[in-house]
């Protein structure tokens, strides 16, 4: 168990609808990384908050946004959802700011467009 | 069900046996390395990270070694059990930029 926390594990919706991806991190850990992983793509970086601050912005699409909250948990807000939003959502946590530094990730968020 | 990469490269490996994993990374101002585990259904688990400053690291049952000249990290693992099956991959880091995740490898660990 690495601690960090993803609901919901399964979401299933329609083209041109709105999710909301949910991470609480590690207890500690003041950093919150979002990826998204399909399989024709590996893992990709999407965004990363650090203490309340976006901190580094990966290929993250505009519909996409995200925020980090005063109690440290992270929400990625999916919209207008397309076929190809289709993917595993991953969350990672780590202590500090800086990115060279373990990352821990939860078990993440299996999104299906219908 | 289904969670990572449908055409990966598979290693398989008998029981018992060593498993070695390599990974080509891309950039050669990289100087932080990670390798993951991720079985079906679960997210990346930290197996062990090394620095650019070493060439090798030893964990439990597992070793990686950094080539820097070739730009080329394996993850060996020792006395492989059916519990090891799962897609190994790599990731790379330049001091302030993100990571880069390799494709993985899935290992199959034969009976």
């Known amino acids: 168990d690495s601690g960090v926390t993803q609901t919901p594990k399964h979401l299933i919706t329609a083209t041109g609808q709105r999710v909301t991806l949910r991470c609480s991190p590690r207890s500690g850990d003041l950093s919150v990384y979002w990826y998204q992983q399909s399989l024709d793509q590996g893992l990709q970086f999407l965004i990363q908050y650090y203490n309340g601050e976006e901190r580094a912005k990966g290929n993250i699409l505009e519909r996409f946004s995200a925020q980090q909250f005063p109690d440290l948990h992270s929400e990625l807000n999916l919209s207008s959802l397309e076929l190809g939003d289709s993917a595993l959502y991953f969350c990672?946590?780590?202590?500090?700011?800086?990115?060279?530094?373990?990352?821990?990730f939860g078990d993440g968020t299996r999104l299906s467009i219908l | 069900g289904e969670s990572v990469g449908l055409h990966l490269p598979t290693l398989s490996v008998q029981e018992g046996d060593n498993s070695i994993i390599n990974c080509a990374y891309s950039n050669s101002a990289s100087d932080y390395f990670i390798w993951y585990k991720q079985e079906s259904g679960k997210g990346p688990q930290f197996i062990i990270d090394?620095?650019?400053?070493?060439d090798k690291r030893q964990g439990q049952r597992v070793t990686v070694l950094l080539n820097k000249t070739v730009k080329h990290l394996s993850l060996q693992i020792a006395a492989t059990q059916p519990g090891d099956s799962a897609v190994y991959f790599c990731a790379e880091n330049f001091y302030g930029q993100n990571f880069v995740f390799g494709p993985g490898t899935r290992l199959s660990v034969l009976p």
């Open positions: 090394i620095r650019s400053n070493m």
């Open positions: 990672a946590s780590g202590a500090t700011g800086i990115s060279n530094q373990p990352q821990h």
